[in-house]
C-alpha cells in the first residue's frame, strides 16, 4: 500500500514523513472504534494485515523468523495508552520499531484511538479565584474529580473503552470484525502451522492494558497456543476486567504476567491536564469510571485493597512465580526490574523500563540498549494549550430550582414545573439569583453539575439553596454503605432516569462534602421517599393520573426491572462506599420515609405549604422552628409530613441565613477571637463531641431506618 504525501491543508499530526512512515507500514496496525482504520496519516486495509504473514514479503513476520530462526523468535504486540493521538502513537511506534528488531523481535503495533487528554481537557473548566473569592484550595482536585464524572467524562472514557473492546470482537450479524481480531486469525493460523516457530508476548501501556485484556484471550481461542509475556506499563483498567479475562490464565496459557507501575507516592506527587495533583489512574477511578472510587489495576491503594491482588503479585514463594510488579521508580538502573518511570506517560519513553521490557521479551540484556536520546519528552497529560476557565460567580444569595413535569408516559406529572416557578419567585424576593433546570433540561449530568458549581464556586458567607420537584424512587444499594437490613439507595429521578441516570445519595454526598466552611446549603425536596416502600407498598403510585388530572397524585416511581438494569448498568460494579460522617448541608423534605409526597391543585403539597413561609422566616428562626411552621400546615393531612434533616447544630442555624462569625470557647475554657473562629468552627467542635447520628440530608435520601 503506498503512502501518499500530506497536502498543506492537512499537516501530519505524527511530523513524519512519507519515508519514515512508509519504514513502519510493516509493523503497524491503525484502527478506529476497533476497527481497521479506513483514514487517517496511515490507513490499514485488510491486505496491509494479510502481507503481514506473506513469506514471500521480505519484511514479513515469517521471513524476519527465517532471518533471525532457529525459533522461538519473540514477538511483541504493542498497545499504546488512548491518552495519545494517531501522531503521538506514530510517532512513538518510528521511535520503537527499528529498536526491537535489531534485538531480533518482531513488534506488531496498534494504533487504536485519538487522545484522550484533549477530549478531556474541554471537560475540565476549573474556577478562577477572584481576590478571596473560589473554593478552590484543598478541594480543588475533588471538584475536578466531580465535574468531570458529573459532565460527560464517563462517556468519553467509555468510547475508549468500547474501541478497545471492539478491536477483539468477531464478526457477529452486522456487526463487523475488529481489527484486532483479524490479526489475532492470522496470528492464530501462523503459529498452527509453524510450532514453535514464534513466542508471543503482549505489553500495554495504560489503557493499552484494557485493550489486551481483549486480544489476549482473543488470539489464545484462535490458536494462540501461549503467551510468554504479558506486561501492563501503569495499567488504567478496571481491576475486575483483570480478574475476569487476564487472571485465569495465569500460570497456564500466559505463562507470566508482570506490571510495572508508580508506587503509591509517585502517583499521588504526579500531575495531569497541568490542574489535577496526581496521576491519571487517580483521575479514571475517582471521575472516569461509572461509579466514584473505582478499583483500578495500576493503583497500589487497588491492590492493597484486594485479597487476590495482594497474592497474586505479593512477594514470590519461589523465584518462577507466573506474576510480578515492579514499583517506580527502582533503585535498580539495568536488568529485567529497572524503572525510573515517575509519571504516568514516562513508561514507554524511559530508556531503563524500555531495557527491562527487552530482558523480559528475549531472556537477555538487550544488545541494543534503549537510545537514551529517545528517553523522555513531553508527558501527553502535561497538556499544553491553556484550558478554559470559568469565571467564578460572585453573587452570594443563588439559588438553583429544578422542576421535572415531562416524564414520558405515565408517569407524567402536572404541577412539579410550577413549583420551581414558585419557590424561584420567592427566593427572588429575598435577593437571590435564581437558575431553573426545567423538564428536558434536569437531566442528571445537568442537575448534578450545577449543584457542584453552586457548591464549588461559593465562599464563607455565601447562602445557597436548591430545590426540586418530581418523582422520587428507590434502587439496590451497589456499595455496601447503606444498613444492610434496608439494602436500597433512595434516589431523584432526573427527566432520563429511565436510562439508569438517578441521582442516589452518594451522588450529592460526594457534592456537599465540598461545602466551604461558612456557607450556607439549604435544600427543599418535593418528593417522595423510598423509605421501606417494598415492606409497606404504596399502592396508589402506581396508578397514574391523566395529564389533564388536577387531582391528588403521589410522586413516586415504584422502580421496574428494566429500570434498576439500566440502572446497574450506567453504574458498573462499585466498590463499597464509605458512610459520611461530618454532613453541613441542611434538607427539608417533603415527607417521612414511609410516606407519600402529594400534588394537588397544580403544586406539590409540601411546596403550597413552604414556599410561601420563606420571605418572613429568611434569618429570622431556626431551622428547627421553620420545621414546625410548615407542619402546622399539614395538622389536618396526616398523611404526609415533612421533615428536617441536618445535625443538630445545624437545625439550630437561622434559616436561610449568612452564617455570622460568633466567639466560641475550646475545650479547656479557652476563648478565642470571633475573628478567627467563626460559626462553622463552633459547629465542628459541636460535630466532634455530639453524640448523636447524623442523617444524611440529600433530596429524598432519608436512611428510613434512622427514624424507627
Known amino acids: 500500500m503506498s503512502v501518499t504525501a500530506a497536502t498543506p491543508s492537512t499537516p501530519r499530526s505524527s511530523g513524519l514523513t512519507p519515508e519514515e512512515l512508509a519504514s513502519i507500514r510493516p509493523n503497524v496496525i491503525t484502527l478506529s472504534q476497533g476497527r481497521l482504520a479506513t483514514d487517517g496519516e496511515l490507513p490499514t486495509s485488510q491486505a496491509d494485515v494479510d502481507r503481514m504473514f506473506d513469506p514471500a514479503w521480505d519484511k514479513s513476520l515469517p521471513q524476519f523468523v527465517a532471518d533471525h530462526g532457529p525459533g522461538p523468535v519473540p514477538v511483541v504486540l504493542w498497545a499504546h495508552g488512548g491518552l495519545v493521538d494517531e501522531g503521538a502513537g506514530l510517532k512513538n511506534a518510528h521511535d520503537q520499531i527499528d529498536?526491537?528488531?535489531?534485538?531480533?523481535?518482531?513488534?506488531?503495533?496498534?494504533?487504536?484511538?485519538?487522545?484522550?487528554?484533549e477530549s478531556l481537557s474541554a471537560l475540565v473548566q476549573p474556577p478562577v479565584t477572584r481576590g478571596a473569592r473560589g473554593f478552590f484550595s484543598n478541594a480543588k482536585d475533588r471538584i475536578i474529580e466531580l465535574t468531570l464524572h458529573f459532565d460527560g467524562g464517563p462517556a468519553v472514557w467509555g468510547n475508549m473503552k468500547d474501541s478497545a473492546a471492539n478491536a477483539s470482537r468477531p464478526a457477529l450479524g452486522t456487526q463487523p470484525e475488529g481489527g484486532a481480531a483479524y490479526f489475532a486469525n492470522l496470528l492464530g493460523d501462523y503459529a498452527k502451522h509453524n510450532a514453535g516457530?514464534?513466542?508471543?508476548?503482549?505489553?500495554?501501556?495504560?489503557?493499552?492494558?484494557?485493550?489486551?485484556?481483549?486480544?489476549?484471550?482473543?488470539?489464545?481461542?484462535?490458536?494462540?497456543?501461549?503467551?510468554?509475556?504479558?506486561?501492563?506499563?501503569?495499567?488504567?483498567?478496571?481491576?475486575?476486567?483483570?480478574?475476569?479475562?487476564?487472571?485465569?490464565?495465569?500460570?497456564?496459557r500466559i505463562y507470566r504476567m508482570s506490571m510495572f507501575t508508580m508506587d503509591r507516592a509517585h502517583e499521588r506527587a504526579d500531575n495531569c491536564l497541568q490542574v489535577y495533583n496526581a496521576s491519571l489512574l487517580y483521575l479514571i477511578s475517582h471521575a472516569l469510571e461509572p461509579e466514584l472510587d473505582c478499583p483500578i489495576l495500576g493503583l497500589q491503594d487497588s491492590i492493597s485493597a484486594d485479597s487476590d491482588l495482594r497474592t497474586l503479585f505479593g512477594p514470590p514463594a519461589v523465584p518462577a512465580s507466573p506474576a510480578d510488579v515492579v514499583w517506580t521508580p527502582t533503585v535498580a538502573t539495568t536488568g529485567a526490574d529497572a524503572s525510573q518511570a515517575t509519571s504516568h506517560g514516562d513508561f514507554d519513553k524511559d530508556p531503563d523500563t524500555m531495557n527491562s521490557l527487552a530482558t523480559r521479551v528475549t531472556g537477555n540484556s538487550p544488545a541494543f540498549p534503549y537510545p537514551t536520546d529517545?528517553?523522555?519528552?513531553?508527558?501527553?497529560?502535561?497538556?499544553?494549550?491553556?484550558?478554559?476557565?470559568?469565571?467564578?460567580?460572585?453573587?452570594?444569595?443563588?439559588a438553583l430550582c429544578i422542576g421535572i413535569n415531562d416524564y414520558p408516559g405515565n408517569l407524567r406529572l402536572s404541577g412539579c414545573v410550577a413549583d420551581a416557578e414558585a419557590w424561584g419567585a420567592q427566593f427572588e424576593t429575598l435577593g437571590f439569583d435564581v437558575e431553573k433546570l426545567i423538564d428536558q433540561d434536569a437531566t442528571r449530568e445537568n442537575i448534578l453539575e450545577r449543584i457542584l458549581a453552586l457548591v464549588?464556586?461559593?465562599?464563607?458567607?455565601?447562602?445557597?439553596?436548591?430545590?426540586?420537584?418530581?418523582?422520587?424512587?428507590?434502587?439496590?444499594?451497589?456499595?455496601?454503605?447503606?444498613?444492610?437490613?434496608?439494602p436500597y439507595e433512595q434516589a431523584l429521578c432526573p427527566v432520563d432516569f429511565l436510562s439508569g441516570n438517578l441521582i442516589i445519595d452518594d451522588d450529592l454526598g460526594a457534592v456537599f462534602d465540598l461545602i466551604p466552611d461558612g456557607v450556607d446549603v439549604t435544600c427543599f425536596f418535593d418528593s417522595c421517599h423510598s423509605g421501606e416502600a417494598t415492606?409497606?407498598?404504596?399502592?396508589?403510585?402506581?396508578?397514574?393520573?391523566?395529564?389533564?388530572?388536577?387531582?391528588?397524585?403521589?410522586?413516586?416511581?415504584?422502580?421496574?426491572?428494566?429500570m434498576v438494569a439500566?440502572?446497574?448498568?450506567?453504574?458498573?460494579?462499585?466498590?463499597?462506599?464509605?458512610?459520611?460522617?461530618?454532613?453541613?448541608?441542611?434538607?427539608?423534605?417533603?415527607?417521612?420515609?414511609?410516606?407519600?409526597?402529594?400534588?394537588?391543585?397544580g403544586h406539590g403539597d409540601f411546596t403550597a405549604a413552604a414556599a410561601i413561609l420563606i420571605v418572613t422566616a429568611a434569618g429570622k428562626v431556626t431551622n428547627e422552628d421553620f420545621l414546625q411552621q410548615v407542619l402546622a400546615k399539614f395538622r389536618d393531612q396526616p398523611k404526609q409530613n415533612p421533615e428536617l434533616d441536618a445535625a443538630p447544630v445545624v437545625a439550630a442555624r437561622p434559616f436561610l441565613a449568612t452564617l455570622a462569625p460568633a466567639a466560641i470557647t475550646l475545650p479547656g475554657g479557652v476563648p478565642t477571637d470571633a475573628n478567627v473562629l467563626n460559626a462553622e468552627t463552633n459547629m465542628a467542635h459541636a460535630r466532634a463531641v455530639s453524640a448523636a447520628e447524623f442523617l444524611r440530608a440529600t433530596a429524598d435520601f432519608i436512611e428510613g431506618r434512622a427514624h424507627e
Open 99 to 117: 529498536w526491537w528488531k535489531s534485538n531480533g523481535v518482531y513488534p506488531v503495533y496498534f494504533v487504536w484511538e485519538t487522545g484522550l487528554a
Open 197 to 252: 516457530a514464534i513466542a508471543t508476548n503482549a505489553i500495554g501501556h495504560s489503557a493499552g492494558a484494557i485493550f489486551h485484556s481483549y486480544l489476549v484471550p482473543t488470539a489464545l481461542a484462535v490458536g494462540v497456543p501461549h503467551f510468554d509475556n504479558v506486561i501492563f506499563l501503569a495499567p488504567a483498567e478496571r481491576v475486575d476486567l483483570f480478574k475476569s479475562t487476564i487472571v485465569p490464565e495465569i500460570g497456564g
Open 374 to 398: 529517545r528517553g523522555l519528552g513531553p508527558d501527553p497529560w502535561s497538556y499544553s494549550k491553556p484550558l478554559p476557565l470559568k469565571p467564578v460567580d460572585t453573587r452570594p444569595k443563588r
Open 456 to 486: 464549588s464556586e461559593s465562599q464563607s458567607g455565601d447562602v445557597v439553596a436548591i430545590q426540586y420537584s418530581g418523582h422520587g424512587t428507590y434502587v439496590p444499594d451497589l456499595t455496601g454503605d447503606d444498613d444492610a437490613s434496608w
Open 535 to 562: 415492606r409497606s407498598p404504596f399502592p396508589e403510585a402506581d396508578s397514574a393520573a391523566p395529564v389533564a388530572d388536577q387531582g391528588r397524585r403521589p410522586r413516586f416511581v415504584h422502580p421496574t426491572e428494566d
Open 566 to 601: 439500566a440502572y446497574r448498568a450506567q453504574r458498573g460494579t462499585p466498590s463499597k462506599a464509605d458512610r459520611r460522617t461530618s454532613i453541613r448541608e441542611v434538607a427539608f423534605c417533603a415527607c417521612g420515609p414511609r410516606e407519600v409526597a402529594y400534588e394537588t391543585g
